[in-house]
């Protein structure tokens, strides 16, 4: 059985920093790509970054760029989400998502609030 389970989500003042996780099991999790999603509240859920299975390609959004870092270590079979500088519009849940595979964790909270 697959599982992708995220965690590191809470609340944050703005201009914080906050260091998601998503850890896989039951995959051979150096073998996929894994994405960072978010869904904000009443809104579509939202690419933030992206890695590929060794770990030498990235991608952003524009939105989170030179903000948030990917990286991931699979002798952890653990990718992680690096966010700072936050801001009260990157509240949202955030997701993993492996490709291949299109498995999904269930989410964690993150809410940058005064």
């Known amino acids: 059985q697959v599982q992708l389970v995220e965690s590191g989500g809470g609340l944050v003042q703005p201009g914080g920093s906050l260091r998601l996780s998503c850890t896989g099991s039951?995959?051979?999790?150096?073998?996929?790509?894994i994405h960072w999603y978010r869904q904000a509240s009443g809104k579509e859920r939202e690419w933030v970054a992206r890695?590929?299975?060794?770990?030498?390609?990235?991608n952003y959004a524009d939105s989170v760029k030179d903000r948030f870092t990917i990286s991931r270590d699979n002798a952890k079979f653990t990718v992680y989400l690096q966010m700072n500088s936050l801001k009260p519009e990157d509240t949202a849940v955030y997701y993993c998502?492996?490709?291949?595979?299109?498995?999904w964790g269930q989410g964690t909270q993150v809410t940058v609030s005064s």
């Open positions: 890695i590929s299975s060794g770990g030498g390609s990235t």
């Open positions: 039951g995959l051979t999790f150096s073998g996929y790509w």
């Open positions: 998502n492996s490709a291949p595979g299109n498995y």
